[in-house]
């Protein structure tokens, strides 16, 4: 789940674009050059079908062997300055030498290695569903998290573009290095964090973040698109794992932005912040915080957020309008009046939003009785049909 939605002038001019093989030791660094490739999984179709059962996924359109790795790349942080970052890169075997594009943006985490590169997850499945149908995969670890060093500025869109942008620059060096030649188009999907950073990658691909890469199809699922809304619900406690994501909201927007001087000013355990290093696993921090937003924030900080002044008001405000552009591609908003994390409401706002701009776009409801972990499980093979069709 993500609040941010301020735009790169890096990523919108796309200034920097990576050769189409790793650059010479010599030569001046690029963003999204590759670093390194390590291997992580082969898969033949009957255990990638069995891989995707095990992960409750329709493997019905499994057609191809899989090659995964983890690839690492140069980038830029949040504040413009040389990093690098981690991603995993499937690649469907004996798919043709022109695979075509898709990218799988995941949601959120506070902990490093529960990403797609590190651990075999859901992100991981989710990555190999659209391989072992035929497309070069790229699933980004965002900065701070994987292998890549800091700080995760899990707030900052942004910073989840030029990262998500120059793994996809680092993909096809690596597919080129495989004597590959990717289609242009990327289908972009994501859920929750990365429902958000779906819609951020999309504009920013579309106003030309690299000339070799374009839109194909957007399909976000459950994002956060109104974040001054969930804000104000999370306050009042209706907001389900509403204290997790205000926790590493708050302690992650402290880090690029000026909120407070000491956490003691924002919460009544100071703790919380170190909760929120990378190091420290999911079960972890959930098991060291409180179980309402009152017992984790002091009465001051919770009055600012729901009188929200200065940049916390400007950000909140950019965060809300990040459905206002038109999209070259029709847009499918999946989401579910059973969603209780980042709520249908928001997939509304989003898909109202972009038909006032004249957009093509639709909402889809799974239902009242799918919550928002399922909802991508059910999203994601109808998503692959759609994509195939585009």
């Excluded at 963003?31 to 995707?52: I, K, N, W, Y």
């Excluded at 994501?190 to 990658?201: C, R, T, V, Y």
């Excluded at 927007?253 to 909120?259: S, T, V, Y």
């Excluded at 552009?325 to 969603?339: E, L």
Aim: charged share 20%; aromatic share 8%; glycine share 8%.
């Amino acid at each position: 789940m993500t609040f941010t939605t301020r735009l790169s002038a890096a990523v919108l001019c796309g200034a920097l674009v990576a050769a189409s093989v790793p650059a010479t030791a010599s030569a001046r660094p690029a963003r999204g050059e590759l670093l390194d490739v390590v291997p992580v999984s082969t898969m033949d179709t009957d255990q990638l079908a069995a891989h995707l059962r095990d992960h409750a996924l329709d493997a019905s359109r499994v057609r191809f062997a899989v090659e995964a790795k983890r690839i690492t790349y140069r980038t830029v942080d949040a504040f413009g300055k040389p990093t690098t970052a981690s991603a995993l890169v499937a690649l469907p075997r004996d798919g043709g030498r022109t695979p075509r594009q898709a990218a799988w943006l995941h949601g959120t985490t506070g902990y490093r290695g529960s990403v797609a590169s590190v651990a075999d997850g859901n992100d991981r499945a989710a990555t190999y569903l659209f391989a072992s149908a035929g497309y070069l995969t790229t699933a980004p670890d965002y900065l701070g998290l994987g292998t890549g060093p800091g700080f995760h500025p899990y707030v900052d869109a942004p910073s989840t573009v030029t990262a998500s942008v120059d793994a996809l620059r680092a993909a096809r060096s690596y597919a080129a290095s495989r004597g590959l030649r990717p289609d242009r188009r990327v289908m972009i999907t994501g859920h929750s964090q990365g429902g958000h950073a779906a819609m951020a990658l999309g504009q920013a691909l579309q106003r030309g973040a690299d000339p070799r890469l374009e839109v194909g199809a957007l399909a976000p699922i459950g994002g956060p698109f109104k974040p001054s809304l969930l804000v104000a619900e999370a306050l009042d406690d209706e907001i389900a794992n509403g204290v997790a994501y205000m926790a590493y909201w708050t302690v992650a927007w402290k880090r690029l932005f000026p909120l407070y001087d000491s956490p003691a000013e924002v919460f009544r355990d100071p703790s919380v912040e170190a909760l929120f290093d990378g190091e420290h696993p999911n079960e972890e921090i959930f098991r060291h915080l409180p179980a309402t937003m009152r017992e984790l924030l002091t009465d001051s900080y919770s009055a600012r957020l729901r009188n929200p002044t200065g940049i916390l008001r400007a950000k909140l405000r950019e965060a809300d309008s990040y459905c206002d552009w038109r999209p070259s591609v029709p847009v499918t908003i999946y989401s579910s009046a059973g969603d209780r994390d980042t709520l249908l409401e928001t997939s509304a706002y989003c898909d109202q939003r972009l038909k006032k701009h004249h957009a093509r776009s639709t909402l889809v409801d799974l239902g009242a009785d799918v919550n928002h972990g399922r909802a991508a499980k059910l999203a994601l093979p109808r998503i692959l049909a759609d994509f195939d069709r585009a």
